[in-house]
């Protein structure tokens, strides 16, 4: 069903809709209006094509660059350091949600728009399963555990003793330390393998926010009330009947 315009009514531009929408808290209505324009436009294409071959082929083609897609995203394009100064996202509920809670992305701009806005808004669980991830790398890699509280030690140690020397009253000899000591942890990272672990624990955390982050479907930025939950009602409807 088509309607018609009405001249009395406020024309509003795409990017100042949506990003009213994104600072409203009504992300589930953003994410569900993407999905609808990315499955009318596929419905329009299919509509076009004479054998089903034809549509299925199409079909997991798009998939497929969906999923591509999800490689040369910058998750953290977006990301500030506000994002990790809120409260931390229930685990359960927030984080992991239902199983109804993830499905695949429609298209390239749907899942652009869900790395960056679940990212923002899971910084700090994402921040949190790094840190396990990385203990958990340095648990299986002992020598590399050994480096780490080493230099860590080392630096305790230059700390202590720079302040019962007094130091600060010479900053060239300062300067001279400092540099050895940067230089000596460097080389105790490096013998004892620490950056193999670091990047084992980059690369898989790395994998888990971009997956969770695009199968996972923008959830509301607050529990909704029941005036709020109308009002998303309202908003989903004409967004569904614009579309």
Known sequence: MVFSSNPLSLSVPEPAFESWLRDSGYLEVLDHRTATVATTTTTTNSDSSTTSTTTITSYLLSHFLTFLSLFTLNPFSKLTADDFSGQTPSWTYGFLG??????????????????????KRYARNYATLFIIFFACTLYQMPLALVGLISCL????????????????????????????????????????????????ALGISYAGIIFHAAFRTLAPAKQPSRGRKDGAHRVDNRCSNSC
């Open 98 to 119: 239902l199983c109804d809670s993830y499905s695949f992305p429609s298209s390239p701009a749907q899942a652009r728009l869900r790395v960056h806005e679940n990212v």
């Open 153 to 200: 030690a080392l630096w305790d140690v230059f700390k202590f003793c720079g302040d019962r020397w007094g130091l600060d009253q010479y900053p060239v000899v300062q300067q001279c330390l400092i540099r050895i000591a940067q230089c000596v942890a460097a080389v105790i990272l490096i013998f004892s393998n620490v950056q193999m672990a670091l990047f084992c």
